[in-house]
């Protein structure tokens, strides 16, 4: 059977339909893929701890961005739309559209089970050559648990995890801290 060819897009190619696109789509080694949209749960989870991280961050100096910005990792070609990025320092973007970030300090994915396999795996292979990431959270929406990686001065990366409601949701860089069944508020697990 007859399958076509595959069509390649350079990066430029790339940001210039997706600055104009009505959907957001990630780009990886000259293929796009389109992105799908989330569920209530994934909302409400994703607001929870947006409004918790606004009343934590404010007027420290970090910022927290939602799934709307778009992160790219120049060492590996991925541009993608993390749940939420947190940056440390100044933001750094990749052009002069700042609407391409290249220096989350923090990035959370909260996981639909259509994605949590590429989440957990590939996508944080790819994640890990961002040389400013210090941490990478996942959040499962359909059930409480919690996994947490976080980066040591060797470039290794340590693993907590839970599925216990009653343990603490946190984030290290930012000193971060809330029990787990808070992020979940408003949700049935």
Same mark, same amino acid.
């Given at each position: 059977m007859f399958?076509?060819?595959?069509k390649y897009?350079?990066?430029?190619e790339y940001?210039a339909?997706?600055r104009?696109?009505?959907e957001?789509h990630?780009?990886y080694?000259?293929e796009?893929?389109?992105? &799908?949209?989330?569920s209530f749960?994934?909302?409400?989870?994703?607001?929870?701890?947006r409004?918790?991280?606004?009343?934590?961050?404010n007027?420290?100096g970090?910022e927290a961005?939602?799934?709307?910005?778009?992160?790219?990792?120049?060492?590996n070609?991925?541009y993608t739309y =993390?749940d939420? &990025?947190?940056?440390?320092d100044?933001?750094?973007?990749a052009?002069e559209?700042f609407?391409?970030?290249v220096n =989350?300090?923090?990035?959370i994915?909260?996981? =639909?089970?259509s994605t949590?396999?590429y989440?957990?795996?590939a996508k944080f292979?790819?994640?890990?050559?961002?040389e400013s990431?210090?941490?990478?959270?996942?959040?499962?929406?359909?059930r409480?648990h919690?996994?947490?990686?976080?980066r040591?001065?060797?470039?290794?990366w340590?693993?907590?995890?839970?599925k216990?409601?009653q343990?603490d949701?946190f984030?290290?860089?930012i000193?971060?801290?809330?029990?787990l069944?808070?992020?979940?508020t408003?949700?049935e697990?």
């Open positions: 399958q076509p060819a595959l897009y350079t990066e430029e940001l339909m997706e104009v696109a009505e957001k990630e780009y080694n000259g796009i893929f389109a992105m &799908s949209g989330a749960k994934h909302n409400k989870i994703e607001n929870n701890l409004g918790f991280l606004f009343n934590h961050l007027g420290k970090y961005y939602g799934a709307n910005l778009r992160v790219n990792i120049p060492a070609s991925l =993390p939420i &990025s947190i940056v440390c100044k933001p750094k973007f052009d559209e609407d391409t970030l =989350p300090a923090v990035i994915e909260i996981l =639909p089970p949590a396999n989440d957990r795996g292979d790819l994640y890990r050559e961002i990431l210090k941490e990478y959270i996942l959040i499962d929406s359909n409480a919690f996994v947490h990686y976080n040591n001065n060797d470039n290794t340590t693993l907590y995890e839970t216990n409601m343990h949701f984030i290290s860089v000193t971060f801290k809330t029990p069944s808070e992020i979940y408003g949700v697990i």
